[in-house]
């Protein structure tokens, strides 16, 4: 329409300078011309005055049209409601530049406080990104959020802890966060994409040090109506490895209890018993037997010899002796241990490498023999959990100094073999008595060495590490 206009508006200029022209030409002729014939003067004056009529009258057409968009201007002016109108200005110039005044200094306001507006929503959206900031750090769980994605979004500070990981974790996909969890993993990634709700399941993790942890996790879709595509999803971790492990111990303790009760009653009996048997195995050995007879009292003798180590082993356990507490040298008891089985590694062409010599000075409230005898088991097992089948055949034993939460300082011993581990399935029995998987093993020395640890106030603990091979955890009170 406004193209068509245009032309329009070209097209009456055109023809207002075509009757100009003329008008022009006549009055040239008329002027230029005095042997103009009397006659033909008339037609010129009229041809004159016509082309000068239609002239003027599309020079009126052409300011119509070019005062068309002034007076469409002043009209609005007129129609706008604006708070400050001169009804007494006569002059439509002025009646206009006031009037767009006016609206000028209305836009500006209106401006002002728009701007007041959209800082005071920035304070409120500011003010509810703080509280939410905060109501996720106050969070006791570890907290992590992902979008639809699957990257991580929101950490809170047990989160961090946790994972072991820092602000750089934001962003990072699922199977990267939880590469030490891919259980944990696998179940974000079904939440993102079945929304499906995960309530406290138990999670098998491990963290930067290769120890084993016991998680708590839930994980939730963060919009549940959006169907079987999750907007995002949520994820809240506890670490439940000391609440599985105190109840761990309180079922042995009570297996250790009714242990106890059963064996006072069976230990002299079995002890009368073998010694019968001994001296009756002795008895055969004196005899003038053939090469066939003193070999089977020989195998007899020795069988009846086990059977009396293993009854006061179980005795030893059943009924143990008071601690007689002392300070001992970590790192000296550990020496003692290794220089005292040096032969059994000789013997199964098994290395030994001892790591903490700088905490030598470490120190812990024990009964040294006691403690002693237990350490040799652990080390001991390690070595002969590594097959002969095996190529890499060490055993690393490593001291260690570590604070809790509360700040308690806690000397760990950690013995880890390059053996074939231990099953999963036996992770959680191997302290209980008489459970062992050697042919030749009688199934006290583990759960022993685990009633000697905890009456020192410490813990002992079995997983497997991530490389292959069984790890023993000792964690004892240090000194101050």
């Not at 009397?38 to 082309?51: D, Y």
Request: net charge negative; aromatic share 6%.
């Amino acid at each position: 329409m406004m193209r068509y206009g245009n032309r329009l508006q070209i097209w009456v200029a055109l023809l207002a300078a075509i009757f100009l022209l003329a008008a022009c030409s006549v009055i040239a002729l008329y002027a230029l011309a005095p042997a103009t014939s009397p006659l033909n003067r008339p037609i010129l004056l009229t041809g004159f005055i016509v082309s000068l009529f239609i002239s003027l009258l599309c020079i009126i057409a052409l300011l119509r049209w070019l005062m068309g968009p002034y007076r469409q201007l002043v009209g609005e002016a007129r129609r706008a409601p604006v708070a400050f109108q001169s009804a007494k200005s006569t002059d439509e110039a002025a009646f206009v530049l006031e009037t767009f005044q006016s609206v000028v200094a209305q836009l500006q306001a209106q401006q002002r406080e728009l701007e007041i507006l959209t800082a005071e929503a920035s304070q409120r959206a500011d003010s509810a990104e703080r509280f939410n900031e905060r109501i996720v750090a106050s969070v006791p769980s570890g907290l992590i959020a992902f979008d639809s994605l699957g990257k991580a979004t929101a950490l809170n500070m047990p989160a961090r802890l946790l994972l072991g990981v820092n602000d750089e974790a934001l962003g990072q996909p699922v199977r990267l966060l939880f590469q030490n969890a891919p259980v944990l993993a696998e179940m974000v990634e079904e939440c993102l994409r079945n929304a499906r709700l995960y309530r406290r399941e138990e999670i098998e993790s491990t963290d930067r040090e290769g120890r084993g942890r016991r998680l708590g996790a839930t994980v939730a879709p963060i919009d549940p109506s959006a169907g079987s595509d999750a907007r995002g999803a949520l994820c809240l971790l506890t670490d439940i490895t000391e609440v599985m492990g105190l109840r761990e111990q309180v079922a042995l303790k009570r297996n250790l209890e009714s242990l106890g009760e059963m064996s006072a009653g069976l230990a002299h009996e079995f002890k009368n018993t073998i010694a019968t048997l001994h001296g009756y195995a002795q008895l055969l050995q004196n005899l003038d037997l053939n090469e066939k007879g003193k070999s089977a009292a020989s195998s007899l003798l020795q069988e009846v010899r086990s059977l009396s180590e293993m009854i006061t082993a179980f005795l030893n356990f059943a009924r143990p002796q008071p601690l007689q507490m002392e300070d001992v040298a970590a790192w000296e008891l550990i020496e003692e241990c290794e220089q005292e089985l040096e032969p059994v590694y000789q013997k199964r062409r098994v290395g030994i490498s001892l790591e903490g010599r700088d905490l030598g000075e470490a120190r812990i409230r024990a009964d040294a023999r006691m403690l002693r005898q237990a350490i040799l088991n652990l080390m001991r097992n390690a070595a002969e959990a590594i097959g002969e089948e095996e190529a890499d055949r060490r055993v690393s034993i490593r001291l260690s100094r570590q604070s809790d939460l509360e700040g308690k300082d806690w000397i760990q011993i950690r013995i880890q073999d390059t053996g074939p581990g231990i099953p999963q399935s036996d992770l959680q029995r191997i302290f209980i008595p008489f459970f062992t998987t050697k042919a030749a093993g009688h199934g006290i020395g583990l759960a022993l060495a685990h009633r000697v640890i905890t009456e020192h106030g410490g813990s002992l603990t079995a997983t497997n590490a991530p490389e292959g091979g069984a790890v023993f955890s000792i964690m004892l009170p240090a000194v101050s």
